[in-house]
């Protein structure tokens, strides 16, 4: 049973570019939660999504970030113009249902340079 | 917003040793949770609590859910050297979020 799925790992982008991150849930999740953790940070809720649905972006810059889930295919994280601060782990998690425990990824770190 | 407040952030173990940390909030949580992270890695769920009171065992892992519903605790008996990692507590209210605390490091004594 393959467990959440995120790629790429690594992921080097120049300020300006665009950074696109990618999250398969766990075989039957249908709830999708992304988290960003800085070093020697906890981690930090950005948004929650379910099928072809944001259900909670509260977390989420306003600018320049943005998430969906399709209803076929990965979840996808999308940062446009990123700044260097935007460098961190980005990990997405899944549930099969609300209030359910959540599983995670193994993470991508991005950096700007 | 709501706040984790871990502790103790770091301490070293011997080979042998119980170990213990904790979490607290200013607000009430409905579940609460313990990861473990190794480097490099994403979180790996170890133990979840859903009722205020409850005391859960994993292997030689137990953790409780505090009465008053805002804190924890995580108790590691007879620790290993593959205990070593990041320990984080995470509270669940909503079913949408997780809020999670600051970390306990674990390391080996030299």
């Known amino acids: 049973n393959a467990g959440v799925m995120q790629n790429p790992r690594h992921l080097v982008r120049r300020r300006g570019q665009e950074a696109r991150l990618r999250c398969s849930p766990m075989?039957?999740?249908?709830?999708v939660y992304w988290y960003r953790q800085l070093p020697e940070e906890g981690l930090k809720f950005m948004v929650y999504?379910?099928?072809?649905?944001?259900?909670?972006e509260s977390g989420m810059p306003k600018e320049r970030f943005s998430a969906e889930f399709p209803k076929e295919g990965p979840s996808i994280l999308r940062i446009q113009q990123v700044v260097r601060g935007d460098s961190a782990a980005y990990f997405c998690?899944?549930?099969?249902?609300?209030?359910?425990?959540?599983?995670f990824g193994p993470g991508t770190r991005l950096t700007v340079t | 917003g709501q706040q984790l407040n871990q502790s103790p952030q770091s301490m070293f173990i011997q080979e042998g040793e119980d170990v213990s940390m904790n979490c607290t909030s200013s607000?009430?949580?409905?579940?609460w949770l313990w990861y473990k992270q190794d480097p490099g890695e994403g979180p790996v769920l170890l133990i979840a609590?859903?009722?205020?009171?409850e005391l859960t065992s994993n292997g030689r892992l137990t953790a409780q859910f505090g009465i008053t519903r805002k804190d924890s605790f995580l108790n590691i008996s007879a620790s290993i050297p593959s205990d070593v990692g990041i320990y984080f507590c995470?509270?669940?209210?909503?079913?949408?979020?997780?809020?999670f605390g600051g970390g306990t490091r674990l390391m080996v004594k030299p």
């Open positions: 998690a899944s549930s099969p249902w609300t209030e359910a425990e959540q599983y």
């Open positions: 075989k039957g999740h249908s709830h």
């Open positions: 999504l379910q099928k072809e649905n944001i259900i909670d």
């Open positions: 607000s009430i949580f409905n579940t």
């Open positions: 609590l859903y009722k205020a009171g």
């Open positions: 995470a509270g669940d209210n909503a079913g949408n979020m997780l809020t």
